[in-house]
């Protein structure tokens, strides 16, 4: 019996050691220096990917965008124009349409251009009509309007240039007129003032027109009398609109009669006149 004690101080020894050794082995991956620091260094790396991202997306801020405007239809064909925006200023002004065929072809050849670089150096849609361009020259306005909508530009070009701050409050208005949009519309709306030209008479007939003016610009033009009785009717009902839109799109009453109602067109730019005179225009 005492012999076999040191036997089983043995078998016990033996197996404290497996033991002990089975114990570190499952315990030296937990504590490997070199695995947690890789670990650690994954974490700090995993942040990175969004920063990257951020600076991505801050720099297309900065891209230059191409956006066209709405087709405008006017007497004489449709007009639209495309610009591309960057950095808040319009860079480029092109007229994707303009109105062509007979006498509109030379119109447009000599009006676009001019219309193009009004756009560049403004960097607004409030631009002058190119003279005996005035159908072109206010379609062009409306489009490019619609296309500084969309770009969401017409609030950021409005400080592109001196020019542009110092008739800031025009461009609204001329924004609310052209698009129903802006913030300048709703100041404009509400330093609107109506007010009707003299009556003038005529070999056909007396003409007085009324205009609403805001922000320094006509919003609306009506004839409240025209030449009335017989063929009169007639060159009316086709002349006082087109003088109405070109009012609007000029701003002042240097506007082209309109072909076959020169007495009709005369009488309704004096009356035009006489009520801009009246509201300071």
């Known amino acids: ?16 050691t497996v033991s002990g050794i089975v114990l570190l082995l499952s315990l030296k991956p937990a504590s490997d220096p070199a695995a ?3 670990d650690g260094a994954a974490q700090q790396q ?47 002004a092109a007229a994707l349409q303009s109105p062509t065929g007979g006498r509109s072809t030379q119109v447009s ?3 676009v251009p001019k219309l193009n670089r009004a756009a560049v150096t403004a960097g607004t849609a409030d631009i002058d009509a190119v003279s005996g361009a005035t159908y072109t020259s206010g379609g062009y306005k409306k489009s490019l309007q619609s296309a500084l909508d969309k770009a969401g530009a017409a609030g950021a070009t409005g400080g ?22 802006g913030a300048g519309a709703g100041a404009g709306a509400a330093q609107a003032k109506t ?8 070999d056909y007939g007396p003409v007085q027109v009324r205009v609403t003016v805001a922000g320094g610009k006509i919003t609306k033009a009506e004839a409240v009398q025209q030449p009335k009785g017989g063929r009169s009717d007639q060159i009316s009902a086709d002349a ?24 009709t067109s005369g009488g309704y730019k004096e009356s035009l006149q006489s009520a801009l005179d009246q509201a300071g225009g």
């Open 240 to 263: 006082v609109p087109k003088l109405n839109a070109a009012a609007v799109a000029a701003g002042n009453a240097d506007i082209d009669a309109v072909s076959g109602a020169t007495y």
């Open 36 to 38: 947690a620091s890789a």
């Open 195 to 202: 007010v009707t030209g003299k009556a003038v008479t005529t």
């Open 1 to 16: 019996m005492k012999k076999s004690h040191p036997l089983r101080r043995i078998v016990l020894a033996g197996a404290a």
């Open 160 to 181: 592109g240039s001196a020019e542009a701050s110092g008739t800031g409050g025009g461009t609204g208005g001329t924004g609310g007129d052209a698009s129903g949009s």
């Open 109 to 111: 050849t000599d009006a």
């Open 46 to 92: 995993q942040p990175a990917a969004p920063q990257g991202s951020g600076g991505v997306q801050a720099a297309g801020g900065t891209e230059a965008q191409t956006l066209t405007g709405d087709v405008v239809k006017t007497d004489y064909g449709n007009v639209q124009v495309r610009i591309t925006v960057a950095g808040g200023k319009i860079t480029s």
